[in-house]
């Protein structure tokens, strides 16, 4: 899209600022290289605001920009019971299970009001004030066809707060992968010695991703009953991220998006992780613009997933309006 | 190990029975086909005793035979959340995980003393006297060894239980395998569609299989919220079995083990499960006796399962003294 929008500018002699190009192809892994490069290179990629295409609009007539990101720490857990696999016959119920074990773990994160239990969890975690959750909960949300899309009867998160919220400006906590046992087909009578899951976390703004992972390992490792060993490898971690509104380039981005769809875009907080959003500001001190221009269908993460021709069009002619108001 | 036996004694002209033998290859799997063979073949099958060796004795040198088995119901269960898997950052704390679901839901058939807390569970379990209790204490058992046998720190299971009446004359509940989400290396942030478990209750004698499959079905199904829907699939099922130690079988199996291993065998309940023995009983009307020569080091249902030669040499002498002792 940028590759487009420049080509237009440049032919038309539309472009008014001077343009550095930065492609990343380990985003979904948590760039664990890109950090190291940008150490490496502040004077190269000194500039004045980093645009970045990698978040969505609200849907196709709704444009929005993303001004918040949650942060990501993701675990795999492992949990050994005994040495071997066992009948399940000959010493079920007098050897603790791991897969029972880890069920319990995972159940004790949460509470019934889906507030997580991990002791310090929240400490930092700054609460919004009712004017922005005011202001946010103007943005257009139809829990009717949100359920319909994925086909829920009913959502599901934490108590007092809405889905944007539950999304936007809260921590989440998900196995994202569970493994153990038996898994073929039919019945096969095991006590397992091993059971595994995949455990994420998002985090808000002003959480330390660093941090989660040392409080989430030592409450797992604690909570574990001496009937098993368990393990705790940290895989992934991001810290969040807020964009302000008032500087110039999210203005230019505003106009931007006003020229395509012919309305100002809604300011949002996205659920979704970018670490290295916040690596960059971190490292070169520059804040990024999150113009993207994805959709809900598009199954991002999902079998099937797809990026519709129109966006691409419309984000060609959004980026080129980007970069003639932006004034630095 | 019983054709050895018949060699030698219709070799030596020492058989003072007759003999039928009939040869299963579905045990494993809960011998879908013979209760049917063995409707269809009632008169062919008609005999005054069963002999089965699909069982363990206690030690090398501590001889013993399984006068109980434990029942057996096994499901597999199916809990999805939305329609596909999702990006667990843009939806993460808004829609119900599945995995995260499924630890809950298997979490709460268990309470914190291990008891199974599906309503009705217990109803039919005939709680052991104090008197057979102390009997079934006089078994030599070693708890050290026991656990460094599987290399665990510490048993677990039902309080109030010893380890052998924990897997001898109590149900027990345990996970068997459990899959869902992303299971590969490394980390992918998803909230997946669906999560999988098969899990398994050991049943004792009077507990009935199909009812505790009803049973446990509808209380999943129940306790399932109503942001993902679950499925039951009962994959496996058996009854319990005992055997009187005042029958002529029995007291035949004793004398052949004395012969054999210079001392009475101990009378034990087994926690494993052979469905058939039941269903002979059932629909044969006939008792089995348990002449088993396994040991604990076999690994059973484990890799490198085994069968030492010594066991089954001893094998095929106590089961020549067997027939050699037994008047119908």
């Known amino acids: 899209m940028h590759a487009k929008a420049f080509e237009y500018l440049v032919k038309n002699d539309l472009l008014k600022c001077n343009v550095k190009f930065l492609i990343e192809g380990e985003e979904e892994i948590g760039s664990p290289n890109l950090p190291a490069f940008c150490e490496a290179h502040k004077e190269m990629l000194k500039a004045d605001i980093i645009l970045v295409s990698d978040t969505s609009i609200i849907a196709k007539d709704i444009p929005s920009v993303t001004t918040g990101l949650r942060g990501l720490a993701y675990w795999e857990v492992e949990v050994t019971g005994p040495n071997r696999d066992l009948h399940s016959g000959l010493f079920g119920g007098a050897v603790a299970n791991p897969i029972n074990v880890l069920a319990k773990m995972i159940a004790a994160m949460t509470d019934e009001n889906n507030h997580i239990t991990i002791p310090g969890f929240y400490d930092d975690v700054i609460e919004v004030s009712q004017e922005e959750r005011a202001l946010m909960a103007k943005a257009p949300y139809n829990e009717e066809a949100y359920k319909k899309a994925i086909d829920v009867a009913e959502l599901s998160g934490e108590a007092g707060y809405t889905t944007n919220e539950r999304t936007g400006i809260r921590p989440s906590f998900d196995v994202c992968g569970i493994w153990g046992g038996y898994t073929g087909e039919g019945a096969k009578t095991v006590l397992p010695s091993k059971a595994f899951a995949k455990i994420s976390t998002r985090l808000v703004p002003n959480q330390d991703h660093e941090k989660i992972a040392e409080i989430f390992k030592s409450h797992f490792e604690k909570m574990a009953p001496a009937s098993v060993q368990v393990k ?56 990024s613009v999150l113009m993207g221009f994805g959709l809900e269908s598009d199954a991002i993460h999902s079998p099937n997933e797809n990026f519709p021709v129109e966006q691409f069009l419309k984000g060609i002619e959004a980026i080129s309006w980007f970069y003639h108001h932006y004034k630095g």
């Open 232 to 287: 705790v490898t940290t895989l992934h971690g991001g810290q969040g991220y807020v964009c302000p509104i008032d500087i110039p380039a999210y203005q230019a981005a505003e106009k931007a998006y006003e020229k395509v769809y012919g309305q100002l875009p809604v300011p949002v907080r996205s659920g979704g992780s970018i670490p290295i959003i916040s690596s960059f500001e971190d490292i070169l001190g520059m804040k």
